[in-house]
């Protein structure tokens, strides 16, 4: 299967953000990701539904939105009705992460879970058959630009094998965080399809033509 690849808009440059979109999409990107922070659950605050609306007229690329905040519930909904088509919560952000999953299908998005590097994998027991997604968050969440935390390697080989033991096919594993040229190839192997890339294609020096196909070359 071919690992997909979804740049973060986060470390994009905001004077000409549908520019930097285009560019990623013409480079052969997947997805397009979204982060979006509060301030609350992340120190960081980053933007709301009306960037994701500019974005979703930007790019016929699905939008993968990274909710970064407490109670997502009273956002999510929100995300959609701009483009959304996939939403991540994060588990430590739920109290009632089984409705919360539930709301995000009821209002037509692909539902996903997104863990911090702690937080273990065995918490997904129960709400893992309902998923059309896991985020492996690889850097403690907030910022861009941090280093690749090395113990999620091995966090994915045990997710990938916790979703292909349940015969959970379609289930895609996001990798989030520090994703780079001369980390991909060994990420993917652990079992990845989906690389969240930020700083590795929108870093204002390379074009994101060039940053993409370093990135794809690195891939099986
Ligand atoms: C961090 C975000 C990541 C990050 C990726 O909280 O979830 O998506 O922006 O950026 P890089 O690839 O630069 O680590
Ligand atoms: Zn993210």
Known sequence: MTIKIAPSILTADFNHLGREIAA????????????VMDGHFVPNLS?????????????TLPLDVHLMVEQPERLLNAFIA?????????LEACVHLHRVVQQIKEAGAC?????????????????LPELDQVLVMSVNP??????????????????AAMVAGRGLTGVEIIVDGGVKAHNAAAIA???????VAGSA?????????DNVAALRAALP
Do not use: K, M
């Open 47 to 59: 933007f709301g539904p009306l960037v994701a609306r500019a974005a979703r007229a930007a790019t």
């Open 189 to 195: 192997a652990a079992g990845a399809t989906v690389l």
């Open 142 to 159: 907030g910022f861009g630009g941090q280093a690749y935390i090395p113990a999620s390697t091995a966090r994915v080989q045990r997710l």
């Open 111 to 127: 539902a996903g879970v997104a863990l911090n590097p702690a937080t273990p994998l065995h918490l997904l027991e129960e709400i």
């Open 82 to 90: 701009a483009g959304a088509d996939r939403i991540s919560v994060h």
């Open 24 to 35: 990623a999409q013409a480079a052969g990107v997947d997805w397009l990701h979204l982060d």
């Open 201 to 209: 294609v929108f870093d204002g020096r390379h074009s994101v033509a």
